[in-house]
């Protein structure tokens, strides 16, 4: 099965920056849309960015346009999340999962539209 591991995760001052790393198996990496996710305490899951299958299509969400970038090196079976400008209410556990379906023209932004995730890793921003 399809096996997920989240880095780079750690502790920085608000605007500073971090990029988080997700190793993906498989070799059917390069058909799926991919995505990234965050949960902080006491939230729901929520949409952070996602990225089609060659990389040419990213959508993000509002509260991350213009400081973070999706990326993905499908030679190397990774999707990157670099972010800038960091802000204490980015503090969450980041995800990466992998979209359900093969083939899509959207790029999808709910959770239960992914179908294997990362164990996470824990983003902390102080003011």
């Known amino acids: 099965q399809v096996q997920l591991v989240e880095s780079g995760g750690g502790m920085v001052q608000a605007g500073g920056s971090l990029r988080l790393s997700c190793a993906a198996s498989?070799?059917?990496?390069?058909?799926?849309?991919m995505g990234w996710f965050r949960q902080a305490p006491g939230k729901e899951r929520e949409f952070v960015a996602a990225?089609?299958?060659?990389?040419?299509?990213?959508n993000y969400a509002d509260s991350v346009k213009g400081r973070f970038t999706i990326s993905r090196d499908n030679a190397k079976n990774t999707v990157y999340l670099q972010m800038n400008s960091l802000k204490p209410e980015d503090t969450a556990v980041y995800y990466c999962?992998?979209?359900?379906?093969?083939?899509?023209?959207?790029?999808?932004?709910?959770?239960?539209?992914?179908?294997?995730w990362g164990r996470g890793t824990q983003v902390t921003v102080s003011s």
């Open positions: 999962a992998k979209d359900r379906v093969q083939y899509t023209a959207v790029l999808h932004t709910k959770p239960y539209e992914y179908d294997y």
């Open positions: 990225i089609s299958r060659s990389g040419g299509i990213t």
């Open positions: 498989g070799r059917t990496f390069s058909m799926y849309a």
